[in-house]
C-alpha cells in the first residue's frame, strides 16, 4: 500500500530564510505527487503537482524517485506562507492519475517577521 | 458558482444517533470525493464517484457508513448509530475526471459525537 511521511509536525523559519518541507514517499508503481496547502481559516487548497513543474508563490516541488521524495521549497520564505502544508500521492493508471489521495500528516510553516 | 459547499458546518450528536452530511461539489465536475480528518492527521480516504456512480469505498468505512450521489450532482454521507470514534472533520472534495488529483475542498463539516 502507498504511504506518505511528512517527518516534521512543526517547521519554523524567519522571514526571508530558505525553507525545505520535506515529504517522502513508498510506492512501487509511478505515483503523482502534490502538495496541498491549508492557512487559517481556508479550505484546504491545491499548491503545485509534480507533473506542473511549476513555481506557484515562489514555491517548487521536485520529485526524485531515487530517494523517493518530493520535498517542497522556497528561497525566501514570506510571513504569508505561514500554513499548514500536505504531501499527497496519487496512483496513476494509463497515464492518468487516479485521483484519490493518500495524505502525509502535515507540516505546521511558521514564518517569522 | 462559489466552489463546494458543505453542510451543516458542524454538528453535535449523541452516540447512537444518525447523522447525515450534505456536499454540493462545484457544476462542471464529476468526481466527488469525502475525506475524513481527525485532529493532527491528514485527510482520510473514505469513498469517491464518478457522476453517480461510487467506484471505490475505504476498507476502512465501516457499515454504518453510506453515501449517495442520486443525480451525479449533489452527495450525501450518511452515519448510522454513531460511536465517539466518529468524531472528525468530514471533507468533501470535486475535480474534473481528467484532472483527477487537483480537488477542489468544501470547509467540512465537523462531527462531534458525545
Known amino acids: 500500500a502507498q504511504r506518505v511521511t511528512q517527518p516534521e509536525k512543526l517547521l519554523s523559519v524567519f522571514k526571508g530564510a530558505p525553507v525545505e518541507l520535506k515529504c517522502n514517499y513508498s510506492?512501487?508503481?509511478?505515483?503523482?505527487l502534490f502538495w496541498y496547502v491549508q492557512y487559517s481559516r481556508q479550505r484546504l487548497q491545491l499548491l503545485l503537482r509534480h507533473i506542473s513543474r511549476e513555481s506557484i508563490k515562489g514555491f517548487t516541488a521536485d520529485l526524485n524517485k531515487g530517494e523517493t521524495s518530493f520535498h517542497l521549497k522556497k528561497p525566501f520564505a514570506q510571513e504569508e506562507d505561514s500554513a499548514m502544508y500536505y504531501c499527497a500521492l496519487s496512483l496513476v493508471a494509463g497515464g492518468t492519475s487516479y485521483g484519490k489521495l493518500t495524505f502525509g500528516q502535515g507540516t505546521i510553516l511558521t514564518v517569522h517577521p | 458558482d462559489t466552489g463546494v459547499s458543505q453542510n451543516p458546518r458542524h454538528k453535535i450528536t449523541k452516540r447512537g444517533q444518525n447523522v447525515t452530511f450534505r456536499c454540493d461539489p462545484i457544476s462542471e465536475h464529476n468526481r466527488l470525493y469525502w475525506y475524513r480528518q481527525t485532529l493532527g492527521q491528514g485527510p482520510e480516504f473514505l469513498t469517491y464517484?464518478?457522476?453517480?456512480?461510487?467506484?471505490?469505498k475505504s476498507r476502512l468505512l465501516s457499515d454504518r457508513f453510506s453515501a449517495e450521489r442520486p443525480k451525479g450532482s449533489f452527495s450525501t454521507l450518511e452515519i448510522q448509530r454513531t460511536e465517539q470514534g466518529d468524531s472528525a472533520m468530514y471533507l468533501c472534495?470535486?475535480?474534473?475526471?481528467?484532472?483527477?488529483?487537483?480537488?477542489?475542498f468544501g470547509e467540512g463539516s465537523r462531527l462531534t459525537v458525545l
Open positions: 464517484f464518478q457522476n453517480e456512480a461510487q467506484l471505490e
Open positions: 472534495a470535486s475535480s474534473f475526471r481528467e484532472r483527477a488529483g487537483e480537488l477542489f
Open positions: 510506492y512501487s508503481g509511478s505515483p503523482e
